[in-house]
């Protein structure tokens, strides 16, 4: 099939980006779909080299005016190091063939990395003879996700702060999610201040509108806890089943329901685990909702879930699905983890570190405490609205790209 889009662009003056993402397919990917988006908005040229999967596996696409070239992924065996192995030397192939492809259509001035991996740098390295420099978006902390994952501190992690240190080190400009990752730029990157900008990933606001909801994923039940996102183990999904547990068999809360919104790894054990401790009658799995659906799903709770155990890696991340319950005015509980306190500030309660009965405690008290829930939730509306909405990230994307158009 030819990749290749009208050549109407061939001649185009805009700047181009071409934008690489691993992780998710786009415009899966909010964040990247965000970025994408608004620098198209502000008259760039956007390409984006992603993965296939989850129902978007045409090869080319163009989409809001964003042209998308994705590229197939392996099969999925496990998740060791030899995995990780397999599926990124897969996607660097595919990095190189499918920039080639960008660029007979229009030469791109910029590349924008978004890891993980952290290895986009070296398609940037490619193209730097031609003048392309290199804008690093730095959505992961890949040493200490290593850590989360596996457990240990050993050869491979301090590979993880090499890989690290040279996408900085490659960079002009790097963009950070939160205050934390942009004093590691600074820091373990060697980034000078004026040339990291914190773009927060948030959701855009207009799309996040409090209404009913669906109400089929209520039930008869009289408070309806969602969470919504990745469903792997470093998520902390094991200790929300367990939490629910103590809920319902210690706290005697049985008037309750879970939604569980998402996909991952760990979805086939965490169903086991729900049925081992009789709690099959509290959860509805729903799978991956997208837009409507999903905000239909998300309306129609009552609390929002971030189970997400405190480590080095969460410390220092902004969770998508707090700013996302914020958006729709659900009060939020979680674990005290540094960045969720600077996202929720009091539109959360936060438990001690990784205690599920603790967790527990804190959703009794919201179900007793209508209030108090109506109070967080009013709070988190009013901080996305004034302070943390994509509206507020925008500008510093677009400063982030003056910058390195300056370079």
């Known amino acids: 099939m030819n990749l290749t889009p009208p050549s109407t ?33 502000a008259g760039y040229i956007v390409s984006i080299i992603s993965p296939m999967g989850l129902g978007w596996d045409e090869p080319y696409e163009l989409l809001e005016g964003v042209h ?37 259509r229009c030469p791109f001035d910029v590349i924008q990395g978004c890891n993980p991996p952290d290895l986009i740098f070296i398609l940037a390295l490619r193209y730097r003879w031609r003048g392309v420099r290199y804008m690093f978006d730095h959505h992961d902390v890949c040493p200490e996700l290593l850590i989360a994952k596996f457990g240990k501190r050993g050869v491979v992690y301090w590979l993880m702060r090499l890989l690290e240190r040279l996408n900085f080190a490659v960079a002009s400009v790097s963009m950070a999610t939160n205050e934390s990752f942009r004093r590691i730029a600074i820091t373990r990157g ?35 806890f969602g969470y919504v996102g990745v469903i792997g183990q470093q998520e902390g999904m094991t200790t929300l ?12 809360q049985t008037d309750v329901h879970f939604v569980i919104i998402g996909f991952g790894p760990a979805l086939d054990m965490m ?14 799995f729903t799978g991956a909702l997208y837009q409507a659906d999903l905000i239909a799903a998300l309306n129609a709770i009552d609390i929002g879930l971030a189970c997400d155990p405190k480590n080095p890696m969460n410390d220092m991340s902004t969770m998508n699905k707090v700013m996302e319950y914020m958006a729709l005015g659900k009060p939020v509980v979680q674990f005290d983890l540094v960045e969720g306190r600077v996202s929720a500030g009091t539109a959360s309660l936060y438990a001690s570190s990784n205690d599920p009965e603790d967790f527990a405690d804190k959703m009794s008290l919201l179900i007793e405490d209508r209030e108090l829930r109506k109070r967080m939730g009013a709070e988190g509306r009013r901080r996305m609205l004034n302070e943390l909405s994509w509206a507020y990230s925008e500008p510093h994307l677009l400063s982030a790209y003056d910058r390195i158009m300056q370079k």
């Open 241 to 252: 089943v367990s939490a629910a547990s103590h809920l319902v068999h210690a706290h005697k």
């Open 68 to 104: 998308i070239y994705r590229h197939p992924v392996p099969v999925e065996d496990g998740s060791g190091i030899l995995d990780y192995a397999r599926e990124y030397s897969n996607a660097i192939w595919h990095w190189f063939r499918l920039a080639k492809i960008v660029w007979k």
């Open 271 to 284: 169903i086991q685990q729900v049925g081992d401790l009789d709690l099959a009658e509290y959860f509805t």
């Open 9 to 41: 662009l061939a001649a185009a003056v805009q700047p181009h980006i071409l934008i690489v993402v691993e992780n998710l397919p786009v415009p899966l990917d909010r964040r990247v779909w965000l970025e994408a988006t608004s620098c198209v908005r």
């Open 190 to 224: 060697g980034k000078s201040e004026s040339d990291v900008f914190v773009v927060r990933s948030a959701p855009k606001i207009d799309c996040f509108i409090p209404a009913e909801g669906d109400r089929a994923y209520r039930g008869k039940a009289a408070t309806v």
